[in-house]
């Protein structure tokens, strides 16, 4: 087995170095980040400002957030706000640095959403950060004029749609891939460079899963009202599993009981991975008998954003070995070494991997 990297946590970040983060690091935040030049110039937008605003951020940065895609903001109560802070270097009388929070109103034009927003300097940079906190998601406030509801994604870049760009229902931009996609990246690995196929299957669903929680706090908020860590768990997990069944993953399914106990385990039916993987363990590879590292790698990446503490995730059965279905266990962060000491071992299936848990508690 090897040495995989793991979803860290979610951590408080310092708004005052919120410039520091790179793109990753923002697009994995679940709130909007919106950084600016002091006339407003969009410079960095991260992931979870498009998901909630509906606006690719390709076509928004470089633009001016008040004129051009939040007119919203033009009143004293935002970009007035915004101009005094940038007037005064975002400094208070002592020249102390300091940030400054109000709430406001987006209006869009699938909705309103109540938000707080926090402006921030970026240490002695002249960019400037508006951290905005979704509160409440409802639909479109009446009497609202034309000229102040914020840019559709379709005004931006009317002829996309001919240009080979195709957009879902809330405007995220997705390309249809046959599984032979996948099969064929496995077959890649296997001849180029055969051992890393785990390493990089599980890194890679860490990577997605973190903008897959982005996604779903996004329709928790929209479609519940609520974020998703104040949704009850099998709530979470039916939500997470039609995400992956949605998509044609396969139909993933979450057997909470032993939760209490720090041990969640969910059985995929017709993973994917697992149907594009050969199905062959060897005693060079005893490991290849597990082929759904990527699915794996985002439910723990997943489950980590919305417990808040860092969890890992094991597939430990495979229809690719002979299981009758893909079976993944998410476990803390620090007990990930006797799962993996048991599929070293030779154990697969929840049942041994459930006793190598218990009994290191004896």
């Known amino acids: 087995m090897l040495d995989f990297a793991e979803p860290s946590g979610t951590q408080t970040i310092d708004p005052r170095n919120i410039d520091e983060c790179t793109d990753a690091e923002l697009d994995a935040l679940q709130f909007g980040v919106i950084g600016v030049d002091p006339d407003g110039e969009i410079l960095r937008y991260n992931l979870f400002e498009s998901r909630l605003a509906r606006l690719d951020r390709n076509q928004v940065v470089g633009r001016n957030f008040f004129l051009e895609i939040a007119p919203c903001t033009r009143t004293e109560a935002f970009e007035g706000r915004f101009r005094a802070f940038v007037a005064r270097g975002g400094v208070d009388v002592d020249g102390v640095s300091r940030s400054e929070r109000f709430d406001f109103v987006f209006d869009f034009r699938f909705g309103a959403q109540d938000v707080g927003v926090e402006l921030v300097r970026a240490g002695s940079t002249d960019r400037y950060y508006l951290l905005i906190n979704r509160r409440k998601v409802a639909g479109p406030r009446p009497n609202i004029p034309e000229a102040q509801l914020a840019a559709a994604q379709s005004a931006l870049a009317p002829a996309e749609s001919s240009e080979g760009v195709r957009r879902d229902t809330m405007e995220r931009r997705f390309v249809d891939a046959p599984a032979s996609l996948l ?40 479609r519940r009202g609520q974020s998703l860590r ?48 050969p199905k062959r363990r060897t005693a060079q590879r005893p490991d290849a008998d597990l082929a759904c590292h990527l699915i794996a790698g985002a439910l723990g990446s997943v489950l980590t954003s919305v417990a808040g503490r860092r969890l890992a995730a094991r597939e430990v059965a495979c229809v690719c070995g002979g299981a009758p279905r893909c079976t993944v266990v998410i476990v803390g962060h620090e007990r990930r070494e006797l799962v993996d000491a048991a599929l070293r071992s030779g154990a697969r299936g929840l049942a041994p991997i459930r006793a190598a848990l218990i009994g290191a508690e004896r």
């Open 183 to 222: 099969a064929a990246l496995r077959a890649t690995c296997d001849r180029l460079a055969p051992e890393s196929w785990q390493l990089f299957s599980l890194e890679w669903g860490t990577q997605w899963g973190r903008r897959i929680a982005v996604d779903l706090e996004g329709d928790a908020l929209e």
């Open 230 to 277: 104040d949704l009850p768990m099998r709530e979470v997990a039916t939500m997470v599993a039609a995400y992956f069944a949605d998509r044609g993953w396969g139909a993933p399914t979450f057997e909470l009981s032993d939760s209490g106990a720090g041990l969640v385990s969910v059985e995929i039916l017709r993973s994917a991975t697992a149907e594009a993987a």
